[in-house]
């Protein structure tokens, strides 16, 4: 497989601060490589010439884009029609819980669209994550 054929791109709300988009990237990786397939990660140990071992990364790319919450909202509602495509979403409730009970309780008592997303990682065929996220801004440091 070539390492073009799949993508995985970071989104970031543009009301979020520098600092909590870190966190929320952070969190939604741990959550795209537990999920995703096993064609994600490159060689999985990296050796270098002192003989120090290295953990490998993703084998595609992933950038980080921003958009405005509105938009955010409907890239991920469209991400998760497509059948093919892995999201991890990061709803507000993340930030305002302390436990992992507090959050599960907080997500299930709201639907859908009561839900305000501070960010989320779309993987899977570079075409299908373009289709959505292709006019997004890179993300950076206003």
């Given amino acids: 497989m070539n390492y073009e054929d799949k993508k995985i791109v970071g989104i970031i709300a543009t009301n979020v601060d520098a600092a909590t988009a870190?966190?929320?990237?952070?969190?939604?990786?741990?959550?795209?490589?537990?999920?995703?397939?096993?064609e994600i990660m490159g060689k999985k140990i990296l050796t270098d010439a002192s003989g120090i071992?290295?953990?490998?990364?993703?084998?595609?790319?992933?950038?980080?884009?921003?958009?405005?919450?509105?938009?955010?909202?409907?890239?991920?509602?469209?991400?998760?029609?497509?059948?093919?495509?892995?999201?991890?979403?990061?709803?507000?409730?993340?930030?305002?819980?302390?436990?992992?009970?507090?959050?599960?309780?907080?997500?299930?008592?709201?639907?859908n669209d009561e839900l305000e997303y501070m960010g989320a990682i779309i993987y899977g065929n570079t075409k299908d994550v373009n289709e959505i996220t292709g006019k997004f801004q890179l993300w950076n440091l206003d």
């Fill in 22 to 38: 870190l966190n929320v990237i952070g969190h939604l990786a741990v959550s795209i490589g537990k999920y995703s397939d096993t």
């Fill in 53 to 111: 071992n290295h953990l490998g990364i993703s084998k595609f790319p992933f950038i980080v884009t921003k958009v405005k919450a509105g938009k955010l909202k409907a890239a991920i509602d469209k991400a998760k029609e497509n059948k093919n495509l892995l999201v991890a979403d990061y709803p507000k409730d993340m930030l305002e819980t302390r436990t992992d009970e507090e959050l599960v309780e907080a997500v299930a008592s709201k639907k």
